[in-house]
């Protein structure tokens, strides 16, 4: 049976969103954290950290589907400097929040922004929109800057005490910082959590793939966000750093994948996604090739004996072995995502009348 809680909070992980957690708890409320999980943000791996180092008891929330769709169908209050749509984000989170208050027995929600803090999403104005679109105006105490807002249900009531709340406001840092040292936290996360859509080259990985796939699965928007991404036209190839990388292209395999795995070297692991039909078998070789060039031990024996390595390809239950001088110097021009497609993107998409974008001096 679930324990009971009185609130549920927005917990992003991000310093903002525990100090506003702690807030609350210190007025000897029980409060939950919701950490949401989607293709371009989400760490529920950290959730014992977060326990051990700053007291909290956080629940992973996988709100993929939902949040994909609505990335795709255009966020209705546009994208930030990126293809962040923060508000949007915000109220699909808040929405699915509300829906979890009886499942956990909690009365309100808690979130960590700050009036004035970032342009998009924590202007008064946004708040309001917020609010107002979540339909969670009764239910939504933002603890950072309660003092600088209207008094909520919670605090009339005298669940919580306004007094023992804050009333911060604008960007500095310094009253974060001071309240986490007083908290005693030693490790001081970032202050949003970390979210690739604010980023420009997460921006740029996700973008390419919309080019060449209109509505692309959570699973693709997974595998872009994952390790090295190159691209030849339609041809969409992603490649593993570290270990961890590979786990991840593990977890995203699909049965038509190319997954290549060099034979007798150790390397990376390598998938190629169709995205526009099957590929030729010339194009697998020029991939092998430059998958080879990447497995360092392989491309220093290859260049000494002049002799190919071999670079097993698979598809499904098929398997074949290719063999190929590495390479980088290859055949298709496989390049990185440039990060001015997202740009010409939301250009385009403005241009043809997709839904509004927000104003571009929006840095976040
Ligand atoms: S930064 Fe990312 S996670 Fe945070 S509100 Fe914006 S889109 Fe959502």
Not at 33 to 50: E, S
Not at 132 to 154: Q, S
Not at 303 to 308: A, F, K, L, S
Request: proline share 7%.
């Amino acid at each position: 049976m679930n324990r009971k809680y009185d609130a549920l909070a927005l917990l992003s992980g991000g310093l903002d969103s525990i100090l506003a957690m702690r807030t609350v708890m210190d007025q000897g409320l029980r409060v939950l954290g919701l950490h949401f999980m989607t293709p371009f943000f989400g760490k529920a791996h950290l959730i014992p950290f977060w326990k051990d180092h700053y007291g909290i008891e956080v629940e992973a929330v996988d709100i993929s589907p939902g949040y994909v769709d609505m990335m795709l169908d255009g966020p209705s209050q546009g994208f930030g400097k990126w293809l962040n749509p923060c508000i949007d984000c915000k109220v699909t989170m808040l929405a699915r929040a509300v829906e979890l208050l009886p499942v956990h027995g909690a009365g309100f929600l808690i979130s960590g922004e700050v009036l004035g803090q970032r342009p998009m999403s924590q202007r008064a104005d946004s708040l309001n929109v917020i609010t107002k679109r979540a339909g969670v105006r009764d239910l939504l105490l933002r603890p950072l800057c309660a003092r600088n807002l209207p008094p909520t249900p919670m605090e009339e009531s005298g669940l919580v005490d306004r007094e023992r709340l804050l009333d911060w406001r604008g960007r500095g840092r310094k009253p974060q910082y001071t309240l986490a040292e007083h908290y005693g936290f030693t490790e001081i996360p970032t202050p949003a959590g970390g979210c690739c859509l604010t980023e420009a080259e997460g921006a740029a990985r996700f973008v390419q793939l919309l080019l060449h796939r209109p509505r692309p699965e959570p699973i693709d928007f997974r595998l872009a966000r994952t390790g090295r991404q190159y691209w030849a036209g339609a041809h969409w190839l992603t490649f593993g750093r570290n270990a961890e990388d590979n786990a991840m292209i593990e977890e995203c395999l699909l049965p038509g994948d190319y997954v290549f795995r060099l034979e007798d070297y150790p390397g990376p692991l390598a998938v190629g996604r169709p995205v526009a039909g099957d590929w030729a078998a010339e194009t697998i070789r020029d991939a092998a090739a430059l998958v080879a060039s990447y497995a360092t031990k392989a491309r220093r024996q290859s260049q000494t004996t002049g002799q190919p390595v071999r670079v097993c390809v698979s598809v499904g239950q098929r398997v074949d072995t290719v063999e190929v001088m590495p390479t980088r110097e290859t055949v298709l021009p496989w390049a990185e995502p440039r990060t001015e497609i997202v740009r010409e993107w939301k250009k385009s998409r403005e241009e043809s009348a997709q839904p509004p974008l927000a104003s571009t001096h929006s840095v976040i």
